[in-house]
């Protein structure tokens, strides 16, 4: 594996040098790597796609680790039972009911207003299954918390992560998520072939 992104000090850290060596053997051996960089900035919503797979959790923990990074992710409810949902929430995670989704946004939002430091990452499609459309809570989120967004690319075609662009989500919600889409059209999932893409960057407050 290429060297690692440096991460920037305003970035919640877990500061274990025990979990950055696991992370980064996780990615070694799956034969993966992390490109980009994430901005500097205390408060931030990761959007990761696209989600086509179980694997892309293995993924997603060892770049977490390898990043020495302190954040939360939303994950289906059903997966914080028992013992393993003990690990889940140590890692981060949080757990959503899909069938009881609301006051999601508003939750996550408040959680921003009450901390100093907070990133939250979230797979916009929010399921496994082929062809799934994008949802808007994490953009909604972004804009009712006033942080920026950084797009993460989980490419298994060139076994890389991508970090960035990062990008201050604008007024039109729809429209941003349609350019977040267009971003992650090029994409090859784990269990998805990439469509052609069109690689429109997502519009930046002025």
């Known amino acids: 594996m290429s060297s690692t992104p440096v991460v920037g000090a305003a970035i919640p850290r877990r500061g274990s040098a025990l979990l950055r060596a696991s992370g980064r053997a996780i990615l070694r051996a799956m034969g993966w790597r992390i490109e980009g960089e994430i901005p500097d900035v205390p408060k931030l919503v990761i959007a990761v796609a696209p989600h086509t797979s179980n694997w892309d959790f293995v993924v997603g923990v060892g770049t977490i680790f390898a990043?020495?990074?302190?954040?939360?992710?939303?994950?289906?409810?059903?997966l914080f039972r028992g013992?393993?949902?003990?690990?889940?929430?140590?890692?981060?995670?949080?757990?959503?009911?899909?069938a009881s989704p609301h006051g999601v946004v508003g939750d996550a939002v408040a959680a921003f207003a009450r901390s100093e430091r907070r990133v939250l990452a979230i797979?916009?499609?929010?399921?496994?299954?082929?062809?799934?459309?994008?949802?808007?809570?994490?953009?909604?989120?972004?804009?009712?918390?006033?942080?920026?967004i950084l797009l993460a690319t989980l490419d298994y075609g060139a076994r890389c992560v991508r970090?960035?662009?990062a990008f201050e989500p604008g007024e039109d919600v729809e429209a941003e998520l349609a350019r977040v889409e267009a971003?992650?059209?090029?994409?090859?999932?784990?269990?998805?072939?990439?469509?052609?893409a069109v690689l429109v960057p997502p519009r930046t407050k002025a």
């Open 67 to 78: 990043l020495d990074l302190r954040l939360n992710f939303l994950g289906k409810h059903t």
């Open 83 to 98: 013992p393993p949902g003990a690990l889940m929430r140590w890692i981060g995670g949080i757990p959503v009911d899909r």
């Open 123 to 148: 797979a916009p499609q929010g399921t496994r299954k082929p062809g799934a459309r994008y949802k808007s809570g994490f953009v909604h989120i972004a804009r009712g918390a006033g942080v920026p």
């Open 163 to 165: 970090l960035g662009p």
């Open 183 to 196: 971003f992650y059209a090029g994409v090859q999932g784990k269990r998805s072939q990439p469509a052609q």
